[in-house]
Nanobody
Framework: QVQLVESGGGPVQAGGSLRLSCAAS????????MAWFRQVPGKDREGVAA???????DYAPSVKGRFHISQDNAKNTRYLQMNNLNTEDTAMYYC????????????????????????WGQGTKVTVSS
């Protein structure tokens, strides 16, 4: 059974940084596409960043230049480095992944709007204070 477990959230002051992690299991799970999303109460889940098998990335305009998505295949873990955080980044952050063979290229990067991914974590909360 595939599981995604996020960690690294917590309180941070505006201007600070956090690195979120998304550990995947079992070790044999190799996603072709993964992404980070965030959600605040009363709003739709928003795509933040996506990474495809070709190692292409895409970011929401609101985080471009501040957030960076990456992966460590040896640890089967994906990361979201978040810098220069502001109060509008406060949200529950979720990682999601997919291993369907066609979920790559631009179709993968498109999940930031489609949210069409098979596996989701439970989320980690980020709270940015001014």
């Amino acid at each position: 059974q595939v599981q995604l477990v996020e960690s690294g959230g917590g309180p941070v002051q505006a201007g600070g940084s956090l690195r979120l992690s998304c550990a995947a299991s079992p070790y044999t799970f190799t996603p072709s596409c993964m992404a980070w999303f965030r959600q605040v109460p009363g709003k739709d889940r928003e795509g933040v960043a996506a990474l495809n098998r070709e190692k292409n990335t895409d970011y929401a305009p609101s985080v471009k230049g501040r957030f960076h998505i990456s992966q460590d295949n040896a640890k089967n873990t994906r990361y979201l480095q978040m810098n220069n955080l502001n109060t509008e980044d406060t949200a529950m952050y979720y990682c999601a992944a997919d291993r369907r063979s066609y979920m790559t290229g631009r179709r993968c990067l498109g999940v930031m709007t489609s949210r069409n991914l098979d596996y989701w974590g439970q989320g980690t909360k980020v709270t940015v204070s001014s």
